[in-house]
């Protein structure tokens, strides 16, 4: 799978899993782009954040190595897609 098919496929991911981890927060839904900042925009916790990674192992069938996270990975919705991403395409 090349990056850019294997981003897409994270960003749609994503966009499936975070509504749920977002569910308990009593701030709503906002709206989602690649540039929605995780702590910033959304109010996630390193918890929550955590919890969207897990899901996005289980819908994606992957191994998120989290030793490699650097802060600017989850910054936002599309670094996250991007360090994921970057992930799948080097154990395939």
Do not use: N
Request: charged residues 25%; hydrophobic residues 45%.
């Amino acid at each position: 799978m090349s990056e850019s098919a294997a981003r897409e496929r994270v960003m749609e991911s994503i966009y499936v899993v975070l509504p749920e981890v977002l569910a308990a927060a009593p701030a709503g839904r906002p709206e989602f782009s690649e540039k929605t900042r995780l702590m910033e925009d959304l109010g996630m916790t390193s918890v929550a954040t955590l919890e969207l990674m897990l899901g996005l192992e289980d819908i994606l069938d992957i191994q998120i190595d989290v030793e490699e996270i650097q802060p600017d990975d989850v910054a936002c919705l599309g670094g996250l897609a991007d360090f994921i991403a970057g992930q799948m395409t080097v154990t395939d």
